[in-house]
């Protein structure tokens, strides 16, 4: 298990009183699955992340367990009932609701990247993506600064990026909307993080750069072996990229379960208004 949230709790105190954003959520998420988060606006999902990522709103509070597995549990997850490196009784697992902002972020980048609908909420805007990717790269990896030029220049290579060794001079507004998406991707990416949250990564694209942006995102974590979990109120893209889904209302989770079976045999009437929406189930 690569992540474990249980009992999650998102309130907002605002001077009409408490909103309640996220009710007792429970989430869990193996290594290299990808999961979809799918519902109507203010149902939770944001929040739901944010809370993970530290990342909430000064008026929020917020209670419950989200246990990240620890760094060695990929290879070393088999040899249980070793008395090592304990920390959270797990394996080394890190709680990430209440954690101090160093362990945040330690987090944030190196083993949790997030990406959303907006690349500039991600990227600086005075500072070339070189500068930023660089850096990034330098801080969370330990690269050197030549070697992390080389490995940004490839990520955007990959992503997609053509003339990238000239493009990654550029400002973040010298690229387009797509463009820019998907060096927010590289980004992200570039630090081999082992889980990816995507925000409604495509929301603000048109359809055709879309579709190309999740083959990319699906691409790469078949390489990577990156678990993803994607926001989104569109269950079609939840379709074509996601094992499982969660179907969020109000806070919380009405159903769950393999993609395949909430598309053949939805549970609830909201999740058939959902699929409702959805304009092409072929193609
Ligand atoms: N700082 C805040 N103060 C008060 N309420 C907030 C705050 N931030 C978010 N909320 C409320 O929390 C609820 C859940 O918001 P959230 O952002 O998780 O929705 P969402 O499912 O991501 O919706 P969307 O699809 O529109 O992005 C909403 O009712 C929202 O208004
Ligand atoms: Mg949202």
Do not use: W
């Amino acid at each position: 298990m690569l992540l474990e949230i249980k009992n999650l709790n998102v309130g907002f105190s605002t001077p009409d009183g408490e909103i309640k954003a996220v009710r007792g959520l429970d989430l869990a998420l193996e290594r290299g699955e990808a999961l979809g988060i799918v519902g109507e606006s203010g149902s939770g999902k944001s929040q739901s992340v944010l809370a993970l990522m530290g990342l909430l709103a000064a008026n929020a509070r917020v209670s419950g367990s989200a246990k990240l597995a620890g760094q060695g549990s990929q290879k070393d997850g088999q040899k249980d009932g070793q008395k090592d490196g304990q920390k959270d009784g797990q394996n080394g697992a890190i709680e990430l609701i209440g954690a101090d902002a160093r362990t945040l972020r330690r987090v944030r980048g190196a083993r949790i990247a997030m990406i959303f609908q907006d690349p500039m909420t991600a990227l600086n805007p005075h500072l070339r993506v070189a500068t930023q990717m660089v850096e990034t790269l330098r801080a969370h990896r330990g690269l050197r600064r030549r070697a992390a030029m080389k490995t940004a220049i490839e990520m955007l290579e990959a992503v997609r990026i053509p003339d990238a060794s000239r493009r990654i001079k550029y400002y973040p507004h010298q690229f387009s909307g797509g463009m820019r998406q998907r060096v927010m991707i590289a980004m992200a990416l570039s630090c081999e993080p082992e889980l990816l949250i995507a925000d409604e990564p495509t929301t603000a694209l048109d359809v055709t750069v879309q579709d190309e942006i999740l083959e990319l995102i699906a691409e790469l974590r078949r390489r990577t072996h990156t678990a993803l979990l994607l926001i989104t109120h569109d269950l079609g893209v939840v379709a074509g990229t996601c094992d499982r889904a969660l179907v969020m209302r109000d806070g919380g989770c009405v159903e769950r379960g393999p993609v395949e079976r909430i598309f053949e045999a939805p549970e609830t009437d909201y999740t058939r208004t959902l699929l409702a929406a959805v304009p092409r189930l072929d193609g």
